[in-house]
């Protein structure tokens, strides 16, 4: 646990996976989620119409779906929810010692509230500090289940747009170049597929279930209750359970973490 002082409040925060609930990094994960494919502000406002142009080209059938969320991002910006801010709220332990326990979305909200006269930025910057401390940490700890090649291949991309407009730079620009540029970024922006969010398919219910099933595998397997499990002790159970399974000859995946 970490005390930071935010305005005139003493407020203690999460921020590692040895003290962290899962329970709470379970929900705090859903919240980046929702971030990452609804947003927040208007620079999100942007970016979604920027990745419905491109989608345009390369994938019309997805540019529905970005637009949806385009709306779903107006009505968080017009109704003052911010999921970026939710899941800062989501780590808060205690505030001037009285105990934050309640993490419904209703609370997060409430609690949302009382930072809003704080500076947008000092609290992203919190968040973001804490976020990486315990990827940090669980890439360290478990390699296996958080080293993702993916994130690899868009930053081979992105190393490559780099070089290409630096070239551009030094030795001059082209057609040529423009247009492997403007290609690459294309591919940047439409790495990934838009989210669903709503309906039977959404994201959101895909998530939760994907948690349950993980919970009564784990319990039905080492009889415990891992809703009460700190972060290191849920992924540290999970790796045991595979390592279980593969010395009882069983193929079978625990399933997804």
């Known amino acids: 646990m970490k005390t930071i002082?935010?305005?005139?409040?003493?407020?203690?925060?999460?921020?590692?996976?040895?003290?962290l609930p899962i329970t709470r990094f379970?929900?705090?994960?859903?919240?980046?989620l929702v971030d990452s494919g609804i947003g927040s502000d208007l620079s999100d406002f942007d970016n979604h119409i920027e990745r419905a142009i491109r989608f345009c080209r390369v994938n019309p059938e997805a540019t529905a779906t970005e637009l949806q969320n385009l709306r779903q991002n107006v009505y968080f910006?017009?109704?003052?929810i911010s999921p970026k801010m939710m899941a800062f709220c989501v780590l808060v332990k205690t505030i001037d010692g009285e105990p934050f326990d309640n993490i419904s979305d209703d609370s997060l909200q409430a609690l949302q509230k009382r930072f809003e006269d704080?500076?947008?930025n000092q609290l992203t910057a919190r968040l973001e500090a804490v976020k990486k401390k315990i990827d940090d940490e669980l890439h360290l700890y478990f390699p296996g289940q958080f080293d993702d090649?993916?994130?690899?291949?868009?930053?081979?991309?992105l190393r490559r747009r780099t070089l290409l407009m630096l070239e551009s730079v030094i030795a001059g620009d082209t057609d040529d170049k423009r247009k492997e540029i403007d290609a690459i970024t294309t591919a940047l922006i439409t790495y990934t597929k838009p989210?669903?969010?709503?309906?039977?398919?959404?994201?959101?219910?895909s998530y939760d279930k994907q948690f349950e099933e993980m919970c009564l595998i784990l319990s039905q397997n080492l009889h415990v209750n891992p809703k009460k499990f700190t972060v290191l002790e849920y992924y540290n159970a999970f790796e045991f359970l595979k390592k279980q399974l593969r010395q009882n000859g069983t193929n079978k995946a625990p399933i997804k973490r």
């Open 149 to 157: 090649a993916a994130v690899k291949e868009y930053y081979d991309h």
């Open 118 to 120: 704080i500076p947008i």
């Open 26 to 32: 379970h929900k705090f994960n859903k919240m980046v």
């Open 195 to 205: 989210m669903e969010f709503q309906g039977n398919k959404s994201i959101e219910i």
């Open 77 to 80: 910006i017009q109704s003052g």
């Open 5 to 19: 002082k935010i305005g005139t409040m003493s407020v203690e925060i999460y921020d590692a996976i040895e003290e």
